[in-house]
């Protein structure tokens, strides 16, 4: 995990302009675009982030994960970024930045990751592109997430992703290789209580 100590180095290099915050995550399944790297169990992930008032940020996001192949064993996925955010107008935001998917085991899925968003008071799409989708080809993923206000403390969520990869063979050899066009999409409620954010989602995976 050669990539850790230099993303950690970055957030304590921080201006004391910056501000620093982390979270602590409980998922029934872990999803990474449509992909459950946990094998449909339970699992844990923690965040560190970090933000600048003038627009940059970076942070750290490590999972605990484990591939759907036989005899695979639960490994520590880390995922390192920065990048930068800038305010077009009021509610409204565009960003670019970089990132890299390590894991403590399965080194051969490791993939560096550039991306370029746009961000409004509700929705907030990416267009990410890496030149090794799980250390094989190239890639591109789309992806668009709602968050709209109802009623108290509750709100509707939703998640859509288009994933498009070229020569891809599911974990290095295990599934049909090819070209690749994958839709996955989300769609549930989300709820904050005391300062816990409890979601509750439906997930489905269409294509490739």
């Known amino acids: 995990m050669r990539v850790v100590p230099c993303v950690l180095a970055l957030l304590i290099a921080g ?13 029934s399944d872990y999803r990474y675009r449509g992909t459950s790297l946990s094998d449909g169990l339970p699992t844990a992930q923690a965040v560190v982030a970090w933000d600048r008032s003038d627009g940059w940020y970076g942070g ?9 192949y036989p005899d695979a064993k ?18 409204l935001s565009a960003e670019a930045g970089v990132q890299y998917t390590g894991y403590s085991r399965s080194h051969r899925y490791e993939e560096p990751d550039v991306y370029v968003g746009l961000s409004g008071r509700q929705l ?8 090794r989708y799980f250390g094989q080809s190239p890639a591109w993923y789309a992806e668009v997430d709602g968050d709209h206000a109802l009623r108290t403390h509750w709100r509707a ?5 288009v994933l498009r990869s070229h020569d891809y063979s599911v974990y ?19 709820v904050t209580l005391r300062g816990f ?3 509750a989602t439906w997930t489905t995976v269409s294509g490739g």
């Open 15 to 27: 201006p004391a302009c910056a501000q620093v915050s982390g979270s602590l995550t409980l998922l």
């Open 60 to 68: 750290l996001q490590l999972s605990r994960m484990r591939f759907m």
């Open 74 to 91: 639960a490994e520590l996925q880390a995922l390192p970024y920065v990048g930068y955010v800038h305010v077009l107008r009021d509610g």
């Open 124 to 131: 907030r799409s990416r267009l990410s592109w890496t030149p």
């Open 157 to 161: 969520i939703a998640h859509v992703g």
């Open 172 to 190: 290095d050899g295990y599934g049909a290789g090819g070209q690749i066009l994958r839709i996955d999409a989300a769609a549930g409620m989300a």
């Open 197 to 199: 954010d409890l979601r």
